[in-house]
């Protein structure tokens, strides 16, 4: 039996574009991935967002499943569309379904954490070229600064960006993410104006002096294994590693972009004029907590005429839904890294969890045995680093439903909740009832 602490924070995870639905509603409009995925090809199945989880008529019954389950905290995000639906105009519609959200969430004791970017930029703001333009970073903070306002007191946890990665570089560098483009000088400039836009609202939320709260950010991080103990294979692993974790955590924690990384990218990308001196000193500005999203590790060969010099191989465990390998000793290692290398600050798991083809019993139940084990396994790494002192007080399991996930819309399945999108029925998978036995212990066996 492994014991958490008795103020450990289990919650889970959602997103506002992947449950809300009712997107034209109380006078929100388009977010770049309405527009996104309305385009020919650039979803599984043309799927949208539309409807989702018709979360935004249904969060009533939706914080019951919570209760329910008897999380302690449950972590969202608020659509940027629906706070300012146009340039400087504040919708306080829109700002009035958080409200109620949270006061019901507080009603059932349940801890409110909410992300304040989680990816739906507002259409207005994308066609003014989105996070390259560096007014985008002044539009973000005018809708931080009214989250913080309007709610900031009551919300004990605020997440500045949910993966900035994936915003920029897998947005505007690799293009499966809205807005789709692909150019490695633009997914550099919208990353570095994410991170900036990050420092600039942990400044303002210091100067709001917002009582009783904290700020912080989360991170996609995935540690990068070489396929072999060649020098070539760990020169790979070493850019891999530069460039989706340390490309994020050496400016938030060390106050500089990696080096090498620099060198790297200087030949594909050209100068580096968009960064300033000081933006750095803003962007390490200390925060209060990290949040870590975890899904899997990378395996990486050397590769001579590729930007990283390496191509990802296939791990031998195994995978999920998603083809991605299951490997929870790697989050061991990242959690180790994280407080040897970067940070004692509290660590929180804001995202782990697992895709799975759920099948429906005839009696309508969903035995997802691999998902428990993914989480059970990865719960227990993770009591085995606070076992030896590390600083991890919470987890949030993606996800509380099965919902879009973004290019490959409703055909990958994520939730401990069923969802059934004809019927928007919910069912409670044998996770969800597992997680509750684990809540109420806290513990795993
Ligand atoms: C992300 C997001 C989530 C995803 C989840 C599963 O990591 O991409 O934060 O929105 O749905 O991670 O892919």
Redo the contacts with the bound molecule.
């Keep these: 039996m492994a014991n958490f602490p008795k103020d450990f924070l289990f919650g889970t ?1 959602t ?1 506002s574009y ?1 449950i809300e639905g009712a997107v034209n509603e109380d006078g929100r409009t388009p977010s770049i991935w309405d527009t996104f995925s309305k385009i020919n090809g650039m979803t599984y199945n043309g799927d949208t967002g539309d409807i989702a989880c018709d979360h935004y008529h249904r969060y009533k019954e939706d914080i019951g499943i919570l209760k329910e389950i008897g999380v302690k905290a449950y972590r969202f995000s608020i659509a940027w569309p629906r706070i300012f639906p146009d340039r400087g105009k504040f919708n306080p519609k829109g700002m009035d379904f958080y409200k109620k959200l949270i006061e019901e969430l507080l009603k059932n004791d349940i801890t409110p954490v909410a992300t304040i970017y ?2 739906d930029l507002p259409q207005w703001a994308g066609d003014m070229d989105g996070w390259l333009n560096s007014e985008c970073i002044n539009w973000y903070l005018e809708y931080s600064s009214k989250l913080f306002e309007e709610i900031g007191d009551i919300i004990p946890m605020w997440i500045t960006h ?2 900035p990665w ?1 915003a920029s570089i897998l947005s505007y560098g690799i293009g499966e993410h809205a807005p789709g483009h692909k150019d490695y000088r633009e997914a550099l400039i919208a990353a570095h104006h994410i991170l900036l836009s990050h420092g600039k609202a942990v400044k303002v939320f210091r100067d709001m002096n917002v009582k009783n709260s904290q700020i912080g950010i ?1 991170l ?1 991080l995935t540690p990068a294994y070489p396929a072999t103990e060649t020098k070539e294979d760990n020169l790979a692993a070493k850019y891999a590693d530069g460039f989706t974790n340390r490309w994020f955590l050496d400016p938030i924690f060390k106050g500089n972009y990696p080096i090498d990384m620099i060198e790297l990218f200087k030949k594909e990308i050209g100068e580096f004029d968009f960064i300033n001196e000081k933006d750095l000193s803003i962007i390490s500005q200390p925060i209060d907590f990290l949040g870590i ?1 975890f ?1 899997s590790r990378s395996i990486v060969k050397y590769k001579e005429d590729t930007l990283l010099k390496g191509v990802g191989v296939e791990g031998t465990g195994k995978k999920t839904d ?1 083809g991605w390998e299951i490997s929870p000793e790697s989050l061991y290692d990242l959690l180790n890294r994280l407080k040897k290398e970067y940070t004692r600050i509290p660590l929180y798991i804001t ?1 782990n ?1 697992a ?1 799975f083809k759920d099948i429906i019993t005839e009696d309508r139940r969903i035995h997802d045995q691999e998902r428990i084990e993914y989480i059970k396994e990865h719960l227990k790494v993770s009591n085995k680093f606070i076992k030896e002192g590390g600083n991890l007080k919470g987890y949030f399991l ?2 509380l439903l099965d ?1 879009f ?2 290019a ?1 819309g409703y055909s ?1 399945r ?1 939730g401990i909740v069923y969802v059934d999108f004809e019927t928007q029925k919910r069912i409670l998978k044998d996770s969800a009832i597992w997680y509750k036995e684990v809540i109420n212990k806290a513990a795993i066996d």
């Design positions: 995870a997103s992947q989680h990816w949910n993966e994936c989360a996609n999203n899904y998603m995202e969890g895709a993606w996800s919902n996930e973004w490959y990958k994520f």
